[in-house]
């Protein structure tokens, strides 16, 4: 069966870095889209970055536009997000999420798997 783990995940100080990995088994990550999401207490899930298979169009979040960086590791089958300059707003769970039809979207309905989330937390 298919498996997503992320890790990376931890307490960093404003403007710090954090590099969020996704390793993936029971799929081949090249042949998926994948997405980040994540989601703070009290909010929607919210869709952070994708990247579809194939070298394929990557999508970010206006919110995380020139500070987050999604890319994959085929040979590892495993994807990252760099977060840089990290920001308060940006605490929370992240999670990644793999879907068959290559083309990046947002909608949490068309995820077929989803991993069990990493905390991130940015102090001020």
């Known amino acids: 069966q298919v498996k997503l783990v992320e890790s990376g995940g931890g307490l960093v100080q404003s403007g710090g870095s954090l590099r969020l990995s996704c390793a993936a088994s029971g799929l081949a990550l090249e042949d998926y889209t994948i997405s980040w999401f994540r989601q703070a207490p009290g909010k929607e899930r919210e869709g952070v970055s994708c990247?579809?298979?194939?070298?394929?169009?990557?999508v970010y979040v206006d919110s995380v536009k020139g500070r987050f960086t999604i890319s994959r590791d085929n040979a590892k089958n495993t994807v990252y997000l760099q977060m840089n300059n990290l920001k308060p707003e940006d605490t929370a769970v992240y999670y990644c999420a793999t879907d068959r039809v290559p083309a990046c979207t947002f909608v949490i309905a068309l995820y077929d798997d989803w991993g069990q989330g990493t905390q991130v937390t940015v102090s001020s």
């Open positions: 990247s579809e298979p194939g070298d394929g169009d990557i």
